[in-house]
């Protein structure tokens, strides 16, 4: 095969048949502004844990909007909770509050025993 110096990725189309976005609505009902992310990503370019780590914050919001929940209850302990992000977003989202109930609703699974 020709080696181009790139490579396709697997397409990260959303399968809804195979997804539940449960824990999303929760989400977005607990913090109605977060309605109001475009993705911007200003949150994860002023980060602080982002100048010391790989963590960003835009994609585990935009994880946690597909459903794709694996993993990110532990890049969210990388937050230090200083809400930067939340004076810079240009739309009002309330980001700490969005970190703080991402962790309580990833954490219930633990607290309960259920899945
Ligand atoms: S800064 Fe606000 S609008 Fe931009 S990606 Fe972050 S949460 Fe969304
Ligand atoms: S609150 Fe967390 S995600 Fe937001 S800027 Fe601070 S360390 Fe980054």
Redesign the pocket.
Known sequence: MIDFGFALKETRQENLDKTSLEKFYRLQELVPSFKRCFQCGN?SA?????QFTD?S?RRVHTSFRRGEYDGLADELR?????????LVCPRGVN??AL?MNMREILDEPKKTGKR
Request: glycine content about 4%.
């Open positions: 949150c002023t980060c602080s844990a982002r963590f914050i990388k937050c230090m909770l200083c809400g930067k992000c939340t980001l700490r970190i």
